[in-house]
């Protein structure tokens, strides 16, 4: 079975512009989260979907944001980059029945560099 | 406020010792724990998980225990290898979260 993919893999971006990400889970999982991880930090949660509705958010600023489709494929958008979003964004996929009850399984990460 | 904490950001052990890894949470609603292992560059890998109503799971070289009551979980790899060397990050669940919460990592550095 094909594990989590995410692309791009690295994405170097300028204040201000945008970005997508995009991550496809593994089939017959239905729930997809995104985290960040910056040095020194933990994985910080972003959001969580499941059949194509926010299920769960975390404390970040509406700038972030995400979609997921009827394939359970989802995309992160974050809007006006600050020097600070620049972290590795990870994806990860569980079946989704009790996501905080259940192993998440991470794809490779995208590594973004705001300049 | 940190949920889950992992107070020792660095571990050095030598081959073929006990490693143990240590994790705090606060939160006595959560009911489901989570060992990930992670390389530079890669995402997170899953390593063994714990329900709360065991205080001990085993998988190969790796056991991790549970004590509720002082909130607090550890993971044991037995014996350590050079390949051990990686991020390890805990993680919890349950409860009125609808996400799980990561620790912050400890890195392992696993001695020839």
């Known amino acids: 079975k094909a594990g989590v993919t995410q692309t791009p893999r690295y994405l170097i971006k300028t204040r201000g512009q945008q970005v997508t990400l995009s991550c496809s889970p593994i089939?017959?999982?239905?729930?997809v989260s995104w985290y960040q991880q910056t040095p020194g930090q933990g994985l910080q949660f972003l959001f969580e979907y499941f059949s194509e509705t926010q299920r769960n958010k975390g404390n970040f600023p509406g700038r972030f944001s995400g979609r997921q489709f009827s394939n359970s494929r989802s995309e992160m958008n974050v809007s006006t980059l600050e020097l600070g979003d620049s972290a590795l964004y990870l994806c990860?996929?569980?079946?989704?029945?009790?996501?905080?009850?259940?192993?998440?399984?991470f794809g490779p990460g995208t590594r973004l560099l705001v300049l | 406020d940190q949920q889950v904490k992992q107070n020792s950001p660095s571990l050095s052990v030598q081959e073929g010792r006990i490693s143990i890894l240590n994790c705090d949470y606060t939160?006595?609603?959560?009911?489901?724990f989570l060992w990930y292992k992670k390389y530079p560059a890669e995402g997170p890998t899953f390593l063994i998980s714990?329900?709360?109503?065991?205080d001990k799971n085993e998988d190969g070289r790796f056991t991790v225990f549970l004590n509720k009551s002082a909130k607090h979980l550890s993971l044991h790899i037995v014996p350590s290898q050079p390949g051990d060397s990686a991020v390890y990050f805990c993680?919890?669940?349950?409860?009125?979260?609808?996400?799980?919460?990561f620790g912050k990592g400890t890195k392992l550095s696993v001695k020839p």
């Open positions: 990860a996929s569980s079946l989704g029945a009790r996501v905080g009850q259940e192993t998440q399984y």
């Open positions: 714990i329900s709360s109503i065991k």
């Open positions: 089939s017959g999982h239905r729930s």
């Open positions: 993680a919890a669940g349950g409860g009125s979260q609808g996400n799980l919460i």
């Open positions: 939160n006595s609603m959560f009911d489901y």
